[in-house]
């Protein structure tokens, strides 16, 4: 009838299936079909499960780093730290009676209260930074040996005071580091002399003060006592 060609068709009673029956070609279709549920469940983030463990938050201290990334500091470092604060805290005490009578320029203060105060502390660091923590504490060895030069030379070249200075790296760097390092050391400290005295006109001073001698034997067996206890 075209009347109901646009309607949907019905079939006959018999035709159609028991409830609760699906046809073939329904079940055929659905086998191709993913389960209810199934895609919400595989798209489940995997950090919401229970048994997941969260990673370690990045640090940012080149130090930390080192430690994370299984270099160890040498304990070459750990010797030199507390020896280089007490003995460098002396020497300074040491240089500064003998520049009392010499009347120096401010800076000269300023740079021997940084070195003597501060520089313990950023070698320490620079140490404990480096790819290689004995390599460095090296170079820091090499370094007070250049700058105690310089000091020798700023102080007028006082016979105490240079036998004094010289006789104390000398013995930590034979000690810490061996004949080579020490020979090093020895090196770099006649040039930091040689090139300080450039500047100052290779002057020599007056013979060393009462005060200045009696703080020299006592650095010397100060340091000697902690480098021996350490």
């Known amino acids: 009838d075209a009347g109901y060609s646009g309607r949907r068709s019905v079939l006959p009673a018999a035709s159609r299936p ?93 740079a021997l209260a940084v070195w003597g105060l501060l520089w313990p502390h950023i070698a320490y660091q620079i140490a404990r930074r480096a790819q290689d923590s004995k390599r460095a504490e090296l170079r820091n060895l090499l370094l007070d040996s250049t700058v105690l030069g310089v000091w020798c030379a700023l102080t007028g070249f006082d016979p105490m005071l240079t036998a004094v200075l010289f006789t104390a790296i000398n013995a930590a760097n034979l000690s810490t580091a061996g004949v080579r390092v020490a020979g090093y050391g020895a090196a770099v400290f006649a040039a930091g002399a040689a090139l300080a005295g450039v500047f100052t006109g290779f002057t020599v001073s007056a013979p060393t003060s009462t005060l200045t001698t009696v703080l020299c034997l006592a650095g010397l067996v100060g340091f000697t006592t902690v480098f021996g206890l350490q």
């Open 18 to 110: 028991p409830r609760g029956v699906v046809p073939a070609d329904r079940r055929a279709d659905s086998a191709f079909l993913p389960r209810r549920g199934s895609c919400q469940r595989s798209a489940r983030p995997e950090a919401s499960m229970p048994n997941s463990i969260p990673a370690p938050p990045a640090t940012t201290d080149p130090g930390e780093r080192a430690v994370a990334a299984g270099r160890k500091l040498h304990p070459l470092v750990r010797l030199d730290y507390p020896v280089r604060i007490i003995a460098f805290l002396m020497v300074s005490v040491v240089l500064a009676s003998a520049l009392l009578g010499r009347q120096p320029h401010v800076s000269v203060w300023i």
